[in-house]
């Protein structure tokens, strides 16, 4: 019997059944596949990403504050934010991987950053409660879409505004003013976006990164991925030599990783706006108003230096609100 077992069992090794003998013999010259982020992309996704920049509007000119902020709890009954008062909390899209403009803090899985400063202000003047907020994680892609389909009242994302979004949705004045530059290795000799030629830059799919990567005299080899952080991930892999997005992004990835430096000048501008839904033009007026507010009273700039100290250079003044009406 017990023979039997034994001549029954090698046959099945034999035959390939085992299942801890590999049927074919290993090739020791195969390569192994480099894991890599989710969703990355050899090609510009990007709708616009052959168009020239749109420049047909006034894009950061926004829409003047109706008047003085009403207490907080008490807004125009029938009005976006009486709803969102009503409701009890606001719903805002947020990045929780870009250190340190909107974040997760690993130690108390809060999300921060300097962006999401921006909507506590917005909270407290709904509220009188800095904290009243629901956050939802999106990605660059995601910013329009989630605004469109009325998943969130508000998004704080590094959103560049731009004539092409403007008629998408509905931007605050400017309340950052970021510009994009390039992130190498820190023994790379590239200097700047110039160098890039024949090499390969990341950038996230719907990002004004990507669309002026396509723009660049050098034509480098385009990596699209859905989060910055996939980005120094594939650097720090070897599968891509830079990425390129705004230097408030880079100096945060750059943070994170010391074998990395920030080159070169900003080659294009971007002006970062809070975004509503592109019907909720009083909430904008809103909005615009909890922006002066901030500007005039100092937190602005205490929101900088907590977040941002000198990393870009001296601290700046808050930008300068300009309107249509
Ligand atoms: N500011 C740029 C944009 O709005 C890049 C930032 C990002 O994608 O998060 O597209």
Request: aromatic content about 6%.
């Amino acid at each position: 019997m017990r023979a039997a077992v034994v001549v029954t069992a090698l046959a099945m090794v034999l035959a390939g059944c085992g299942s801890t003998l590999p049927a074919q013999p290993v090739d020791s010259s195969s390569t192994v596949t480099v894991p890599e982020p989710p969703g990355v992309a050899g090609a510009p996704s990007s709708s616009t990403a052959t168009k020239p920049p749109d420049t047909t509007c006034d894009a950061t000119a926004s829409l003047r504050p109706s008047g003085p902020l009403p207490p907080p709890g008490q807004m125009p009954e029938g009005s976006t934010m009486a709803r969102i008062v009503q409701r009890g909390r606001l719903i805002a899209g947020v990045d929780q991987n870009t250190y340190p403009m909107g974040f997760r803090n690993p130690i108390t899985g809060q999300v921060e950053g300097f962006d999401v400063d921006m909507l506590h202000a917005v909270s407290a003047a709904l509220f009188g409660d800095p904290d009243r907020i629901q956050f939802k994680a999106i990605t660059s892609a995601d910013r329009i879409p989630v605004l469109q389909q009325n998943q969130v009242d508000i998004v704080a994302r590094t959103f560049t505004i731009d004539c092409a979004r403007a008629e998408q949705v509905g931007f605050s004045s400017v309340y950052f003013s970021a510009g994009q530059r390039v992130l190498v290795d820190v023994n790379s000799p590239v200097q700047d976006i110039g160098g890039m030629s024949g090499k390969k830059v990341c950038a996230t799919k719907g990002s004004t990164s990507l669309d002026a990567l396509t723009k660049v005299a050098s034509h480098p080899q385009l990596v699209a991925v859905d989060n910055w952080t996939d980005c120094l991930v594939l650097m720090q892999q070897g599968q891509v030599d830079a990425t390129s997005t705004d230097d408030t992004i880079l100096a945060g990835l750059a943070a994170q990783d010391p074998y990395t430096k920030v080159v070169g000048p900003r080659f294009a501008d971007e002006p970062y706006g809070l975004a509503v839904p592109r019907t909720d033009t009083d909430f904008v007026r809103f909005i615009n108003a909890v922006l002066e507010k901030i500007r005039a009273d100092g937190t602005w700039t205490a929101d900088y230096k907590h977040w941002l100290g000198d990393r870009l250079g001296p601290v700046p003044a808050p930008p300068t609100p300009r309107y249509l009406d």
